[in-house]
């Protein structure tokens, strides 16, 4: 039977992979205000404490157990574990812990989660080559903003087909900033992302589940690789982003270029990045910080008959998980994030463990939350109204979340936060240090005294 094989491209794309390259290989190292370099730092000081705090979690134990089956040469350290791999092992498998909690840093316009692809990949390498704070910070940023970047161009179609945007875009990330940490000219990081582009990683349907976590993990591997081949003259079309069948055009039906190219290397997407409070899906936060203003006003489980929740048709399509049967389905679950709001006005990792999911007055304060989808309320807003016993009604509308761009966490937030996932793992007067270590690591010579600290 014949079949048409004639589909719909864009034959006049810009040389977007040979424009990236160009920017990665070339643009000047710290070249960009303080600002965006202090965000790069809170950027790896997040991911860091997400990676250490997940470290001993039963899918980083299960990822490492079929590593080590691979006998891997220690070349790089598991962060907060004794343990040592190889790069493109370790690649990985931080980049499972950094996302494990799903407590890690969002690019809001893309959904994106782009330090663990980038950071894990870089950390790894940095580590076995000796490279200095500053080599990883500018390769850090520019690998994030060549990930967000196609993120921006192919977003929403390619995310709304099912595609886990953080893993399909985090291999070019961490492709661009290998390339760059390796010195790599312009032409051989052209190469090593033509070979990242056919290595897309990540669908939605793994969301709650282990694999998830996988998603920026696979993609750090990815990328590393695909750097580490490009080096030793491995080769891939030059078009392998936007050509007819190249990675934008096959993966999404939107793939607006200029987004790629608009004020390139003077505005930098780490810029956008924003950093959780609560340990779950980002479109959850409104309604847990609705709940947790709710107990604030005095609010108790007990009083309440119900809750009405008022979200875009994205939250529940990604968090509509009404019965979630262990924590990484909490983490799916908009019904148990306004549960734990309300019990325990937080919802950090561990109102996401296994037995405060399947508790039992967990369980029957979530059954009260009535979700209706409202579009005309924005995907990152929420509207949350307490229906009591006595008959009164407690409303709380939240137009943006905490940790939000419009309501960003403080550095002091963000110190908090790594203490109370880092304590545990290696103790607080060891965190302490790791923390320093991670302000100042654009002064660091060497970074492995920051990895030697990020193990008990």
């Known amino acids: 039977m014949a079949r048409n094989t004639q589909v719909a491209a864009d034959h006049n794309a810009p ?9 990665v290989a070339n643009h000047p190292s710290r070249g960009w205000s303080d600002a965006v370099d202090h965000e790069a730092h809170r950027t790896f000081l997040n991911w860091l404490g997400c990676a250490v705090g997940a470290a001993k979690h039963e899918a980083v134990e299960a990822a490492l157990a079929a590593v080590q089956e691979l006998q ?16 493109a092992s370790a690649a990985m498998l931080n980049g499972i812990s950094s996302h494990t909690f799903d407590f890690d840093d969002t690019h809001l316009k893309t959904i994106i989660h782009p330090a663990g692809p980038v950071a894990s990949a870089l950390l790894a390498l940095a580590e076995h080559t000796g490279a200095s704070g500053r080599e990883l910070l500018d390769a850090l940023v520019l690998g994030i903003d060549v990930a967000c970047r196609l993120g921006n161009t192919v977003y929403p179609d390619h995310y709304d087909r099912g595609w886990h945007i953080t893993g399909t875009t ?16 312009a032409e051989r990081t052209q190469m090593a992302l033509g070979i990242a582009a056919s290595q ?26 695909s750097a580490l081949m490009a080096k030793h003259g491995y080769t891939a079309s030059p078009k392998a982003i936007e050509a007819p069948r190249g990675w934008a055009q096959v993966v999404s039906t939107k793939h607006a270029w200029n987004e790629v ?34 107990r604030e006003r005095g609010i108790a489980p007990g009083q309440v008959e119900r809750i009405e929740l008022k979200v875009h048709s994205l939250v529940l399509e990604l968090t509509g998980k009404k019965e979630p049967a262990d924590g990484l389905q909490g983490k799916f679950s908009v019904y148990h994030g306004c549960a734990a709001g309300l019990i325990f006005g937080r919802a950090a990792e561990e109102e996401f463990a296994d037995d405060i999911v399947t508790r039992a007055d967990v369980v029957a304060l979530r059954r009260k939350v009535i979700a209706t989808v409202d579009d005309s309320i924005d995907e990152a807003s929420a509207d949350v109204t307490a229906v009591l016993a006595d008959g009164r009604r407690e409303h709380v509308f939240v137009e943006h979340a905490i940790g939000s ?21 290696l103790g607080a007067s060891r965190s302490e240090e790791l923390l320093k270590a991670c302000w100042s690591l654009g002064e660091a010579p060497d970074v492995r005294s920051l990895t030697a600290l990020a193990q008990p």
């Not at 220690?74 to 962060?79: D, H, K, S, V």
């Not at 985090?170 to 000219?185: E, K, P, S, V």
């Not at 897309?200 to 690789?225: D, N, S, Y």
């Open 15 to 23: 040389p977007i992979t040979r424009v990236l390259a160009e920017f």
């Open 170 to 185: 985090g291999m070019f990330g961490a492709a661009a900033g290998c390339a760059r940490l390796l010195g790599l000219d």
């Open 72 to 87: 891997p040469a220690p070349q790089a350290t598991l962060l907060g574990r004794t343990d040592k791999v190889d790069m």
């Open 261 to 294: 190219t608009d004020e390139l290397g003077e505005r930098f997407e780490i810029s956008f990045n924003s950093y959780k409070p609560f340990a779950c899906g980002i479109v959850i936060h409104p309604s847990i910080d609705a709940c947790v203003q709710l």
């Open 405 to 425: 761009m419009q309501r960003p966490m403080s550095n002091a937030d963000l110190e908090r936060k790594f203490h109370g996932l880092s304590d545990a793992i």
């Open 200 to 225: 897309p990683v990540g669908l939605r349907e793994q969301f709650g589940t282990m694999t998830k976590p996988f998603h920026p993990g696979g993609a750090a591997r990815a990328g590393l690789m």
